[in-house]
C-alpha cells in the first residue's frame, strides 16, 4: 500500500471521528432540553438513555458479523449518515414515541460506526507502525467542542432543537460522505468500501478467547462508565446540584472535550516515550482525582475544574484499549475490536442509570464515588497494555480457545 493511499486514509477516518464528536455533542449536551421537549419524566430518562447503548451494543455485535463479508469502510459510511439523520430527527420531533425511535435508529447506527471506525484505525495503526489511535480519538474531541459550543449557543439564544441541529447535518453530512471515498484498512490492495471479502473473512471467522480479551473489556466497561457519567449527567449535575443557569449547564461536556483533545493530541507522542501501560495507569489516577473534585465541589467552577482533570485522565484509556486488543489478536483484530466496543456500551447502559438510581436515592455528589473507585480499578489491569509479541495470530487463537473453553 502506498504512502499517500495511507494519508489519506488517515484523513478520512480523522474527518469521520471529528463527525461522530460534533454529533454525539450535540445530543447529549441537550439532554435536559430534550427532556423538556417531550415531556419525559425523571424516573423515564434514565430508561431512554439506557436503551441507546443497548442498540448499539447489538448492532456493534452485528458488525462482527458484517465484516465477515464487506470492509469495515462500507459499514462505516452508510452508519454514519444514519447517526446524523436520527439526531435531526430527535430535533424535530414532537410525541414521545417520536423520540424513542430517533433515539433507536440513533443507537443502532452508532454501534455499527463505532465499531467500524476503531476496526479501521486499529488497522491503520498496525500499517503505521507506531501509535496514531490516540489522534483518530482526539479528532473525536475536537468535534465534541464543536458540537458542545454549538448547543452553548442554542441555549444562549433559546433555539429549537431542530434549528439548532439542521446547520451541523447540512454541513457535515455531505463532507463525510465525500470524506468516504478514501477509506482504507490499512491492509494492503485493499480500499474501506471495496474487495477483499476473503480476507475480511478470514478475520471475521478467526476466534478470539474471551478470557485473554476480558481485562480489556473491564477496563472499557470502566472507563464508559465514567465517560456516561460525564455525558449525561454533567449538565444536569452543574444545573440541579451546583446551581448553574441551563447555558453555563452546557460548559462541562465542552471543557471535558477540550481537555480529552489536548491529553490525546499528545498522547501519542506519550505512549511511545513512556509506553502504554504508564500512560494508563497515570491516566486513572488523574481521572478519579477528578471525580473526587467533582463530587466535593461547592460550586460551579470546582466542578469545572474536576470536569477538567476527568477528561486528562480518562482521554487516554479507551483508545489505548482498541489498540491493546489489536496487538494482542493481530489475525483477528476486527473481531477483537467489535467484542471490545460492545463493553463501550456496557459502560454506558450501566453508568447512566446507576448515577442517575444513586442520585435520586442517596445523592448526585455520593454517585460520584462509584465511578471513582471503578476507574481506579484500571490499575489492576494496567500490564494488559503492554506491546507483546503478536502471540496470538489465527492458529494460535484457536489452539488458545481450546484451552480456555
Known amino acids: 500500500m502506498t504512502d499517500a493511499r495511507l494519508r489519506y486514509g488517515r484523513a478520512s477516518l480523522a474527518l469521520s471521528f471529528l463527525v461522530q464528536g460534533v454529533t454525539f455533542a450535540l445530543l447529549v449536551t441537550r439532554i435536559p432540553a430534550i427532556q423538556d421537549r417531550y415531556g419525559i419524566s ?143 484498512d490499512g491492509k494492503a490492495g485493499t480500499r474501506g468500501g471495496a474487495g477483499s471479502e476473503g480476507t475480511a473473512a478470514a478475520g471475521a471467522g478467526a476466534s478470539v478467547p474471551f478470557k485473554l480479551l476480558m481485562p480489556l473489556c473491564l477496563v472499557m466497561a470502566f472507563a464508559y462508565i465514567g465517560d456516561s457519567t460525564v455525558s449525561n449527567w454533567s449538565a444536569k449535575y452543574l444545573q440541579d446540584v451546583l446551581g448553574s443557569s441551563e447555558q453555563l449547564a452546557t460548559v462541562p461536556y465542552n471543557v471535558y472535550m477540550v481537555t480529552t483533545l489536548l491529553g490525546r493530541a499528545v498522547g501519542d507522542l506519550g505512549v511511545r516515550r513512556f509506553g502504554a501501560v504508564a500512560v494508563v495507569r497515570g491516566g486513572s489516577v488523574l481521572a478519579a482525582a477528578g471525580f473526587g473534585v467533582v463530587a466535593a465541589a461547592p460550586g460551579a467552577w470546582w466542578g469545572m475544574l474536576g470536569f477538567t482533570l476527568l477528561g486528562l485522565g480518562l482521554c487516554v484509556i479507551v483508545p489505548q484499549a482498541f489498540a491493546a486488543a489489536g496487538r494482542m489478536f493481530p489475525g483477528a483484530s476486527d473481531v477483537a475490536v467489535a467484542r471490545l466496543n460492545v463493553f463501550n456500551y456496557v459502560g454506558f447502559l450501566v453508568g447512566s442509570p446507576l448515577v442517575g438510581a444513586l442520585g435520586d436515592a442517596w445523592s448526585y455528589r455520593g454517585a460520584m464515588l462509584v465511578p471513582m473507585v471503578l476507574v481506579l480499578a484500571t490499575l489492576v489491569y494496567a500490564r494488559s497494555f503492554a506491546p507483546e509479541p503478536a502471540r496470538y495470530g489465527v492458529g494460535h487463537e484457536r489452539a488458545r480457545a481450546a484451552d480456555v473453553g
Open 42 to 184: 425523571d424516573g423515564l430518562l434514565p430508561v431512554f438513555l439506557a436503551a441507546v447503548p443497548v442498540l448499539a451494543g447489538f448492532a456493534s455485535v452485528a458488525t462482527e458479523k458484517v465484516v465477515a463479508r464487506v470492509r469495515p469502510g462500507t459499514v462505516l459510511r452508510w452508519a454514519q449518515p444514519v447517526v446524523m439523520l436520527a439526531l435531526l430527527g430527535v430535533g424535530a420531533g414532537s410525541e414521545v414515541w417520536q423520540a424513542a425511535l430517533a433515539l433507536g435508529a440513533f443507537g443502532l447506527g452508532v454501534g455499527a460506526l463505532d465499531a467500524s471506525m476503531n476496526m479501521m484505525g486499529v488497522s491503520l495503526q498496525r500499517a503505521y507502525g507506531r501509535s496514531i489511535m490516540l489522534g483518530f480519538h482526539a479528532a473525536f474531541s475536537l468535534g465534541g467542542i464543536a458540537g458542545a459550543s454549538l448547543a452553548w449557543a442554542g441555549a444562549h439564544w433559546d433555539l429549537s432543537l431542530a434549528v439548532s441541529y439542521l446547520p451541523a447535518v447540512l454541513v457535515l453530512l455531505p463532507a463525510a460522505l465525500v470524506g468516504s471515498r478514501w477509506y482504507t
